[in-house]
């Protein structure tokens, strides 16, 4: 796909350091993909797209958050059903002042990651929720350098990886392994597919994932499957059975059980309590 370059200029306003949009995208692709001389960040807030991304193509859901870097070139289509985005754009300069300045957090990670694709996060339902309540808190607040390193940091810290400091220890290429296995075509082949992301043995990538997570790598994917699971559940009325199916369980009491030992409930249960009319009298 050719492209075209995005400038933050075009977007800013004289003595502001960010923009903000909130947008449903469009449902084709546009003539040409872009890269930007800019940093950005979105959280696809609800609805489902394609996303190509460096002549790769992501199928990107609710609860997904992705750190663009400029010299990413990347395109969207919105699925049938419709798509919305919370876009941050932000100055190239303020990733590299808090590089530089909590490198030992920040360093080759969320806007430095140094992989193919950019890092892509799957949200749990907590995080999911933290996450848009600081991203409204961003979309009122003066545009100033301040804000947007504080919505960064904040993104970094309590939103993007339960463990920031634990995956900035581990090797780039495990690293860029956990990012890869946020996307649905690669979590849904279970651990299959977190190990070819790796690129290394199986007896390798079980040991760095003891190393710097703490979990085995079935249970790092299962937790990544549960979460996607839990946001469907939310979102769409499909049956217990197919969304389990989509998100790689081919054994449906398996998935029951891992769902209830994950969310302390049954995925039925669940879905009714998310689904509940909060103004309506319990039954």
Not at 128 to 136: D, H, K, N
Request: net charge positive; aromatic share 10%.
């Amino acid at each position: 796909m050719e492209t075209e370059t995005y400038r933050l200029a075009s977007y800013l306003a004289r003595g502001e350091s960010f923009h903000y949009a909130r947008k449903m995208l469009a449902k084709r692709f546009p003539a040409r993909a872009h890269t930007h001389d800019f940093h950005e960040v979105f959280l696809i807030t609800r609805g489902r797209t394609a996303h190509w991304i460096n002549g790769q193509m992501q199928t990107l859901s609710e609860g997904q958050l992705v750190f663009i870097r400029p010299r990413d070139a990347h395109a969207f289509r919105a699925a049938r059903e419709g798509c919305e985005i919370i876009n941050v754009m932000y100055e190239s300069a303020s990733a590299a002042h808090l590089v530089a300045r909590y490198g030992d957090t920040l360093r080759g990670r969320f806007f430095d990651a140094p992989g193919a694709l950019p890092e892509l996060h799957t949200l749990g339902p907590q995080q999911f929720e933290r996450a848009l309540a600081i991203a409204g808190q961003l979309q009122t607040a003066d545009r100033t350098l301040a804000r947007i390193e504080e919505f960064l940091l904040t993104l970094c810290n309590r939103v993007a990886v339960p463990s920031a400091q634990g995956m900035a220890a581990g090797p780039a290429w495990f690293s860029a392994a956990c990012s890869a296995a946020q996307d649905i075509e690669v979590f849904r082949l279970g651990v299959a597919g977190f190990i070819a992301a790796a690129g290394r043995s199986h007896e390798h990538v079980c040991r760095t994932c003891k190393e710097v997570l703490g979990l085995t790598p079935t249970d790092y994917v299962n937790r990544i499957r549960i979460d996607h699971a839990a946001r469907l559940l939310r979102t769409e009325d499909a049956s217990i059975e197919a969304i389990a199916s989509r998100c790689g369980f081919e054994n449906t009491s398996y998935f029951y059980r891992l769902f209830a030992r994950s969310m302390g409930e049954t995925p039925k249960r669940y879905r009714a309590a998310q689904k509940r009319d909060p103004f309506a009298a319990a039954d």
